[in-house]
């Protein structure tokens, strides 16, 4: 061959082929020394020349090394010269042929190819039958299968295995069960592919007695590794150990030795199983028989002792892997983060790295890359992350992989709060795909750069390497929730109609979550959910919600009457609570006690945010002697639902038991948030509590670290006020750190305050820079009216009440609810 190569450089292709005696030689030599690709080169020009001496066996020898050629377009060029050659009538030569296309994903070519055939033999029919089984159309291939039977075919084992193959993925126990019968007809019972296959569909059924009746059938001698292996399987699915060790046990003493996967698959059992006593045995026995360095073996150990804990263990035998794979890592990392320290365990990567494949060579696969990445991501490991890039950098040249692990990069410095490293590795991709776009997105989302968002947004609108998929429209409309004015908003719904994502409910759910969170935009909302052709639990769970966060309450609820007659209809924990809190703001007492009794019956009633809305809905309606005993028995308190008991002491005027349940709920270790705050400060403002309110109000920064919103503010100026402290009211207001139209909310709250306690002139000043602000509020008039009233002023209330009027400010009148028997 070396003679052959030196002519390949130094002489014309006339002169290679004379070295020669036959076609068959020549492309003989060239397979054998796995430089088919050459033997194509000669395959050109013999079917160029006249008399070449192109035969039969040259064309054998060609088709039979096909197997060995990528480039779909080899296999063209063969077939074309045996239809040139008239080779191609050969039964022979067209299987091969219709086999190459199948191996290169061409299925339809492959099919029409078959049905050219004009005798078709059990070879071809086999082939086509495994090509679609391989390319995962089983449906077809059962099809397949079944026309071959009726053609008067008898299937070869090969062929039944294939079959009962696509049953068990396909659940078509009723043909594998068909199957089976022709198996044991033709005598294939004990054929190691076909019992296999047998067992597969037994266990996948669920049938494991009948696994075992058939696999026990089966002459001892005749049993097969995989065969084991399978129902071995089945019963440390089942969570069987003794019948498992038993069948691992028989194996043995039957003289089949295990292999890597059924050791892999004891291994296993002894994690589910929680025994270290007995992984310990298995791993002695892998060290014994030599298995301990299997890649299955060895990642079945490091997760057995990673999830017993034995970390030590579990690391040591990492190291001693020579291939450390993705399921590997996943093992190592969960075993670290099962005892809490995630970042140890993202360490070992980064001593792998340098250590082991910077000396021995060892690259990481891209899908453990991208694993660590996300991994380091989650935890803010921002240092490890920009190491981790440098690697890449430097060893990664594959673009694929780049594409996949630059979006992983994206995602990590995106999270760990390092924006213009995100941007400058999806500035850095050459064409960057819908993924890149959408992570770029999101990252910018979760740090609350949603400006920044919708740029990208119109951006990609405008790119030609990608386009917005529904989950990138997820994105901006997640981030139009924020911007106001929602032109933004309204932008990315017209673009959704244009495209045809507006058949898509969670698209459209998106979109009524959107205009709900602005009162001016809920008629959109209205009008979105009534355009939706299909509505799912998400569809109206998203309706309900809106109305429910925009104060329309009779509305939810007639909503979830309309959902309880849908055929899809059922519940979850968000359309539950959502439902409660339309109820408490409407003081429906006998509606939350049905939704509470469909919580229990639903079996949601262990959910702490059901029950944290149960507690507060019965609070809201009086019923606080109800919601204390729900909230007493309710376990595994969290911070929601002692703020919701919290709050409900304060909504019934219960301050002082209010105070006592937050210094219980710290006493329990919880720490308050800012919505804990707002209820006990609520609740000091009831109770007349101005002392603890100022100590809670100036813990929040000093012993919590929170920041104090307009909500606390507001809190507080109410506590001043009801306590006729108007002027240290007024102080707190002109400190706050808020521009003058945010502030509107602080004086409309002082306004009360005047108003209950007859102060006129700082009330009437307030009233007058409210006016100015021009917030249109009916409540402000009203209340400035109705200082001048309480003060016999009768002439400035109707001057008021006419300003009202003329400036086409009405007060929404009140309602209230009654509910009746039957």
Not at 756 to 763: A, L, T, V
């Amino acid at each position: 061959m070396n003679f052959s190569n030196k002519c390949s450089v130094f002489f014309t292709h006339k002169i290679l082929l004379s070295a020669f005696s036959s076609w068959a030689g020549r492309l003989l030599s060239f397979s054998k020394n796995s430089v088919t690709k050459r033997s194509f080169h000669l395959l050109g020009i013999s079917g160029k020349q006249k008399n070449s001496g192109f035969c039969f066996q040259d064309c054998v020898s060609l088709l039979q090394h096909l197997v060995d050629i990528r480039d779909p377009r080899y296999g063209k060029s063969v077939h074309s010269l045996c239809i040139k050659t008239g080779f191609y009538t050969d039964v022979f030569v067209q299987n091969n042929i219709m086999r190459f296309y199948a191996n290169h994903g061409d299925l339809v070519n492959a099919h029409l190819l078959f049905e050219e055939i004009p005798e078709p033999n059990l070879v071809s029919c086999t082939s086509l039958i495994s090509s679609y089984v391989h390319d995962g159309q089983y449906d077809n291939g059962l099809r397949m299968f079944s026309l071959m039977c009726r053609s008067g075919f008898r299937p070869n084992e090969f062929g039944f295995s294939v079959a009962l193959k696509a049953c068990r993925i396909m659940q078509e126990f009723v043909f594998g069960m068909v199957i089976h019968g022709q198996i044991l007809k033709c005598g294939f019972e004990s054929c190691s592919f076909c019992s296999s296959s047998i067992l597969g569909i037994y266990v996948e059924w669920g049938d494991v007695e009948h696994a075992h009746k058939f696999f026990h059938g089966i002459p001892l001698g005749e049993r097969s590794e995989a065969s084991w292996n399978t129902l071995i399987d089945s019963y440390v699915q089942m969570s069987d150990p003794n019948e498992a060790l038993n069948l691992f046990r028989e194996m043995m003493h039957s003289g089949i030795s295990p292999n890597g996967f059924t050791y892999g698959i004891i291994i296993k059992l002894c994690a589910n199983e929680l025994n270290p006593e007995l992984g310990r045995s298995i791993h002695a026995q892998t060290v014994k028989v030599g298995f301990e360095g299997d890649v299955i073996v060895g990642g079945a150990l490091v997760d057995v002792y990673a999830k017993l804990g034995l970390l030590d263990d579990a690391c040591q035998m990492f190291w001693n892997l020579e291939e450390k794979d993705n399921m590997v890592w996943c093992a190592l990392l969960a075993g670290f983060h099962h005892v809490g320290d995630t970042a140890k365990g993202l360490n070992y990567y980064f001593m792998f790295l340098s250590e082991e494949m910077m000396q021995v060579g060892h690259m990481p696969s891209q899908s453990t890359v991208s694993y660590i990445l996300r991994a380091l991501a989650n935890h803010r490991m921002l240092k490890q992350g920009r190491a981790l890039h440098a690697y890449i950098f430097t060893s990664v040249s594959d673009s694929d992989c780049k594409m996949c692990t630059g979006n992983a990069l994206i995602e990590m410095y995106a999270k760990c709060g390092a924006v213009d490293n995100a941007k400058m590795v999806f500035k850095a991709m050459t064409v960057p795909n819908e993924f890149s776009w959408t992570t770029i997105m999101s990252g910018f989302c979760q740090l609350g750069q949603f400006e920044e968002v919708l740029r990208l947004f119109r951006d990609m609108l405008s790119s030609l390497s990608a386009k917005p998929s529904q989950f990138t429209v997820l994105i901006a409309v997640q981030a139009c929730m924020k911007l106001e004015p929602l032109d933004g908003g309204k932008q990315v719904h017209s673009y959704v109609i244009k495209v045809g994502f507006d058949s898509h409910p969670f698209v459209e759910s998106s979109l009524v979550s959107m205009y709900s969170a602005f009162k001016n935009e809920i008629q959109n909302a209205f009008l979105v959910f009534s355009f939706m052709k299909e509505r799912d639990l998400v569809s109206w769970c998203a309706m309900i919600t809106a109305c429910v966060q925009n104060g329309y309450y009779e509305e939810a609820l007639k909503h979830f009457s309309e959902f309880r007659i849908a055929p899809n209809f059922s519940v979850d924990e968000s359309i539950l609570s959502s439902c409660l809190s339309a109820c408490a703001g409407l003081a429906a007492i006998e509606m939350g006690k049905w939704f509470h009794a469909c919580v229990i019956k639903t079996g949601f009633e262990s959910h702490l945010h059901v029950a944290s809305s149960i507690i507060d809905m019965y609070s809201k309606c009086g019923s606080i002697k109800e919601a204390c005993q729900l909230f007493n028995k309710t376990e595994d308190q969290n911070l929601v639902t002692w703020t919701a008991m919290l709050s409900g002491y304060a909504h019934n005027g219960l301050g002082r038991e209010s105070v006592e349940l937050f210094s219980r709920m710290k006493e329990a270790g919880l720490k308050p948030d800012s919505i804990t705050f707002v209820g006990v400060l609520t609740a000091c403002s009831h109770a007349g509590l101005v002392e603890e309110g100022w100590q809670f109000f100036n813990s929040m920064t000093s012993d919590y670290g929170l920041e104090v919103n307009i909500n606390h503010y507001a809190c507080m100026v109410d506590l001043l006020g009801r306590a006729q402290q108007v002027e240290a009211a007024k102080a707190l207001i002109e400190k706050a750190p808020f521009h003058l139209k945010s502030k509107h909310l602080l004086w409309k709250t002082l306004l009360g305050a005047c108003n209950r306690h007859g102060n006129i002139e700082i009330g009437n000043r307030i009233a007058q820079m409210l006016v100015e602000l021009k917030t249109n509020e009916p409540s402000t008039y009203v209340l400035l009216s109705n200082i001048y009233a309480s003060a016999s002023m009768w002439d400035n209330s109707v001057e008021v009440r006419s300003k009202m009027k003329a400036e086409n400010v009405y007060k929404q009148p009140g309602s209230s609810w009654i509910q009746v028997a039957g």
